[in-house]
């Protein structure tokens, strides 16, 4: 069974110009939470999406937006890059169900210069 | 606040060495707790879920238990390939919550 997969792995962007990160889920999995990670900060939740709704976000500016689409797939975008965002970009998809595991894909590494 | 707190943040053993990694949380209803192990450059993969005190999993050389206010990993006799970052998360027992909260990673070496 295919796991979760996020495109693309690498990506260079300058200050002020905005990106957007793709996940593909497993397949069935209705639920896709995106995680920042930095060596700073750790891993922190920038927000899930169940079904086409947001569900729950965390405490990011609002230059952090995402979206799901009907076959479960979900971008995310960062409007303005700041050289802070410069980060491994994580999304984990699971059933939506709450007590199940997530798994994650192998993250998209976003280099602000 | 609730939080996850992990010790230590790095570890060195000698291959054949067991020893224990620790993540301590407080978060105001537990739903449950996860272990991942993470490579350098790639995403978590998932190891262990802990819903309540007492509960224990294993996975070759590793045993994952959970009380009430913390949760270990014993690692017993690792191996090189053991080496990664371990992380804990928590889930909090909030409706239509389906976020985890991490810690900030124990970083484990053997060497052979």
């Known amino acids: 069974k295919a796991g979760v997969t996020q495109t693309p792995r690498y990506l260079i962007k300058t200050r002020g110009q905005q990106v957007t990160l793709s996940c593909s889920p497993i397949?069935?999995?209705?639920?896709v939470s995106w995680y920042q990670q930095t060596p700073g900060q750790g891993l922190q939740f920038l927000f899930e999406y169940f079904s086409e709704t947001q569900r729950n976000k965390g405490n990011f500016p609002g230059r952090f937006s995402g979206r799901q689409f009907s076959n479960s797939r979900s971008e995310m975008n960062v409007s303005t890059l700041e050289l802070g965002d410069s980060a491994l970009y994580l999304c984990a998809s699971n059933w939506g169900l709450p007590n199940t595991e997530a798994f994650f894909g192998q993250g998209t590494r976003l280099t602000v210069v | 606040e609730d939080q996850v707190t992990q010790s230590p943040e790095a570890l060195r053993l000698q291959e054949g060495e067991s020893s224990s990694l620790n993540c301590s949380y407080t978060v105001s209803g537990l739903r449950g707790l996860f272990w991942y192990r993470q490579d350098p450059g790639k995403g978590p993969e998932f190891l262990f879920t802990?819903?309540?005190a007492g509960e224990e999993k294993e996975k070759e050389r590793l045993k994952a238990t959970l009380t009430k206010k913390e949760s270990f990993l014993h690692i017993t006799a690792p191996k090189p390939e053991d080496s990664a970052t371990y992380l804990c998360a928590v889930q909090e027992r909030t409706y239509n919550n389906n976020d985890m909260r991490f810690g900030a990673g124990t970083r484990l070496t053997v060497k052979p």
């Open positions: 802990l819903y309540s």
């Open positions: 397949s069935g999995h209705r639920s």
